[in-house]
Structure formats: structure tokens, C-alpha cells
């Protein structure tokens, strides 16, 4: 659900309700979203725990690793 992505957002990401509620609904019509731009490691730590918390829930919320340009 949208509200689960956006706590989400917020726990592992550090977003504002504002900027998690733009990427969630990004991700919503587009299919995928930039979330933030990190070290590699913080980022894929990011993921992981955002990963475990997802499965946890139930839901099969995915994040991507993707190298900066």
C-alpha cells in the first residue's frame, strides 16, 4: 500500500512526508523512482533493511542500486 511505501520512505530513507509522497507517487505511475543518492555502502545498507521491512509486512516492495552518472 501507499502508506506503507511512504513510512518506508521516511524510516530508511530520512525523507520528508513531502518528498516521500512525491517518489511513492512517482514510482506509482511511472513504475520506478529516484530515492536518494548515497555512499554505496549506506545506500545498499538503505536497501537491505528497507528490504527486510517490506517482506516482513508482507509486501513486495523492491529498491534498486544503481551507480551515479
Known sequence: ?????????????????????????????EGRAHVATLPYEEAQERVYNAHHAAREAGYPLTFYLEPDE
Open 1 to 29: 500500500p501507499m502508506d506503507f511505501v511512504v513510512v518506508v520512505l521516511r524510516v530508511f530513507f530520512g525523507l520528508s512526508i513531502d518528498q516521500a509522497m512525491d517518489v511513492m507517487l512517482t514510482a506509482h505511475n
